[in-house]
């Protein structure tokens, strides 16, 4: 069974990047047909979908978050990561990577796995 | 964007009894709704995918339905375990949206 863990730093100053990685395991992340994502919750909040990247390096991001956001995949390590710059204390959440499978019934994905999260705080 | 309203916020339930929570979306996204469980401090875990499909390991009491714009999961004869926020998710459409939870506390 996949299994996805989130790694990086738990405090980050503001105007900062943010940077975290994703491992995956139990399986390869370049096989079958899947995305990988990032979603974030702040504390007593809803979630907020990040983005996603296929394996091939495609990428969707929230427009809300575009100008900041990059996440990068790296096949060789089963790892994919989210880099969110210039944050604030609005960006304090738990972060969480996650994968998308395709459902060859209706076209789409939908998201089945979720890593355990990760606190991220900004704050000097 | 999508916007997923679900109701009600909050809901206070006896054990065995039915819950039912709603998803309306502010646009059609056909049957490409999914539903998912938070206990405190965990993960989300999904619970129906597409509507109405159920998943391998969840418990049958939990089900869902609806297309288009209005969505339902039903938990019938509700257990302790269930205390949780449940979250509506479409896929069909970028960005994607989660709905804004409700929060399901046992009597």
């Known amino acids: 069974q996949v299994q996805l863990q989130e790694s990086g730093p738990g405090l980050v100053k503001p105007s900062q990047t943010l940077s975290l990685t994703c491992t995956v395991s139990g399986g390869s992340i370049s096989s079958g047909s899947y995305y990988w994502s990032w979603i974030r919750q702040p504390a007593g909040k809803g979630l907020e979908w990040i983005g996603r990247i296929y394996t091939s390096g495609s990428t969707n991001y929230n427009p809300s978050l575009k100008s900041r956001v990059t996440i990068s995949v790296d096949t060789s390590k089963n790892q994919f990561s989210l880099k969110l710059s210039s944050v604030t204390a609005a960006d304090t959440a738990v972060y969480y990577c996650?994968?998308?499978?395709?459902?060859?019934?209706?076209?789409?994905?939908?998201?089945?796995?979720w890593g355990q999260g990760t606190l991220v705080t900004v704050s000097s | 964007e999508i916007v997923l309203t679900q109701s009600p916020d909050f809901q206070s339930v006896t054990p065995k009894e039915k819950v039912t929570i709603t998803c309306r979306a502010s646009q059609s996204i056909g049957s490409s709704l999914h539903w998912y469980q938070q206990k405190p401090d965990q993960s989300p875990k999904l619970l129906i995918k597409?509507?109405?499909q159920s998943i391998s390991g969840v418990p049958s009491r939990f089900s869902g339905s609806g297309s288009g714009t209005d969505f339902t999961l039903t938990i019938n004869s509700l257990e302790a375990e269930d205390a949780a926020t449940y979250y509506c998710?479409?896929?069909?459409?970028?960005?994607?949206?989660f709905g804004g939870g409700t929060k399901v506390e046992i009597k």
């Open positions: 597409y509507a109405s």
């Open positions: 998710h479409q896929s069909s459409s970028f960005p994607l949206t």
């Open positions: 996650a994968r998308y499978t395709y459902y060859y019934g209706s076209g789409s994905y939908y998201l089945d796995y």
